[in-house]
């Protein structure tokens, strides 16, 4: 098994790498998720003692985890996997998923309140918080209680914050990492939270061995935020990482030449129209994914440069995401409204400037990467974005790549893109122009570079870095 010194190897997250629906007669339908942790932890093998634990996230869930036997998932249902999945009490979990992970954490990371009515830390805040807490400590005691002597174990993200502290209490013997797979605000920022509350989730990621961060300006950021808040000095004890996970290249290249894909790429082919530039975005409908700014930004291009119209066509997939909270649902209302806006004031009969699709299809994700020209990538903030290192890696021309600086996949991609701030509507429509019109060479030479940068670190090869690095005490 590749893991460290043979040691068990264990994961913890939030949403966990198979979800469940319910069918009318109780029947349960598992469907495997994708992204990073999962190809990552595919890494390891199916024949290990390594365990995932997750939290049940709906009545799907929940079901699936009391007909579970001793705790664990059927291996059948999680492409072999060993899954345990938590069932925390609902209204704890809600309150700790919504009310704090994403309604306050996630809010900070990437610098989303609307000031100066927001952010609002009242008594309800610490209801919530306390629901974090404990939400947190089921993850630590479930861990604990799972791993073997000397395990060593990866624990995810913003939810999960309190968690390698609480761990490290129970079981000082295990190996913890913690990886944050967001963003990390500046401390003039993360000092909007009471000071308390920005002391103990500090002081949690730092109860874990090492911290890692998949860029360095966010390591860099929470190391200031640890000397704002806690004093000078990380606690010796912990150290901080950085492991920018990059695309899975073999992956990507033989699921977007699937018959699947193929039948996509037709349906969109007749939607887009003969021989039109298509600039493709593909995002969860995500406040921080800028997603109006990036449609006013192309509604601009056509504005100003009447050239476009009739030759370009905006296809962007924005895919519902944490629809319980309203600011989400407000946002995914405000993203249909401004792209039919668009296409009445500018469509004609034989064209549709914008294509807008809703509803989740990977292999149509991977249709529209294919026939992508430009890639808009311009979130106001984000931890890496993968989309960004997909479409150079699927693109059948090669594409140009229009890409925020507040991205981290900025980092490695900064250089080949065309670069721009993600509040200037202006400078985005022009950087679409110059994309669009980028000569042929360049755009393919540029593309090329942009796809091995961006598949420098492949997932597998990322989670088993953070693995030898919890081991390696110089890291
Ligand atoms: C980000 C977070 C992940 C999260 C994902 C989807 O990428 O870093 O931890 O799983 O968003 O969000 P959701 O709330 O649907 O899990």
Redesign the pocket.
């Given at each position: 098994m590749a893991s460290t010194h043979g040691a068990q190897v264990l994961v913890a997250?939030?949403?966990g790498p198979v979800s469940y629906q319910q069918g009318e007669d109780g029947s349960l339908h598992a469907k495997r998720g994708g992204?990073g942790l999962v190809s990552g932890l595919s890494a390891i093998g199916p024949d290990t003692d390594a365990v995932w634990v997750c939290a049940a996230?709906g009545d799907g869930d929940r079901a699936a985890v009391r007909r579970a036997e001793g705790g664990l998932l059927p291996a059948g249902e999680t492409g072999g996997q060993r899954v345990r999945m938590l069932d925390i009490d609902a209204a704890v979990h809600a309150d700790a998923?919504n009310g704090i992970?994403?309604s306050v954490l996630?809010f900070v990371h990437h610098m989303l309140y609307q000031t100066p009515l927001e952010p609002v830390f009242d008594a309800e805040f610490r209801r919530q918080w306390a629901a974090y807490e404990a939400y947190n400590r089921a993850f630590a005691e479930a861990l604990a209680q799972e791993a073997a002597e000397g395990a060593a174990v990866l624990i995810?993200?913003?939810?999960l914050a309190l968690a390698p502290r609480m761990l490290r209490r129970l079981r000082p013997d295990l190996r913890i990492g913690h990886f944050s797979?967001?963003p990390w605000a500046p401390p003039e920022y993360f000092r909007l939270l009471p000071d308390d509350i920005a002391a103990e989730l500090l002081s949690g990621i730092l109860g874990a061995d090492r911290a890692a961060f998949l860029t360095q300006r966010w390591a860099d950021a929470f190391r200031d935020c640890c000397h704002a808040v806690l004093g000078p000095g990380i606690p010796a004890g912990t150290r901080l990482g950085v492991h920018g996970l990059g695309a899975d290249a073999d992956f990507l290249r033989e699921r977007s030449h699937r018959a699947d894909v193929a039948e996509r790429m037709a349906a969109l082919r007749e939607e887009i129209g003969e021989g039109r530039k298509v600039v493709v975005r593909v995002d969860?409908t995500?406040l921080s994914k800028n997603i109006v700014r990036g449609l006013l930004a192309y509604r601009q291009l056509l504005e100003d440069r009447p050239e476009w119209r009739e030759r370009v066509v905006h296809v962007a997939f924005a895919y519902p995401?944490?629809q319980d909270l309203a600011v989400y649902r407000k946002y995914t209302e405000e993203v249909q409204r401004v792209a039919e806006e668009i296409n009445a004031h500018y469509g004609t009969p034989g064209w549709t400037p914008v294509v807008l699709h809703v509803k989740d299809d990977f292999a149509r994700s991977l249709a529209a990467y294919r026939l992508a020209d430009v890639a808009l990538v311009n979130p106001i903030r984000d931890?890496m974005n993968l989309v960004a290192k997909e479409i150079p890696v699927v693109s059948d021309e090669g594409c140009a790549l229009v890409l925020s600086r507040e991205a981290g996949a900025y980092e490695e991609l900064g250089e080949d893109a065309i670069v721009v701030n993600p509040y200037d509507i202006t400078g985005t429509a022009d950087a679409l122009h110059t994309a669009l019109t980028l000569p042929p060479a360049e755009r393919a030479e540029r593309s090329k570079r942009l796809a091995s940068a961006a598949t420098a670190l492949p997932p597998a090869q990322w989670f088993l870095d953070q693995l030898h690095a919890l081991d390696d005490r110089t890291s």
């Open positions: 997250s939030n949403r992204g996230l998923y992970a994403n996630w995810q993200d913003y939810h797979h967001t969860r995500e995401s944490r931890g």
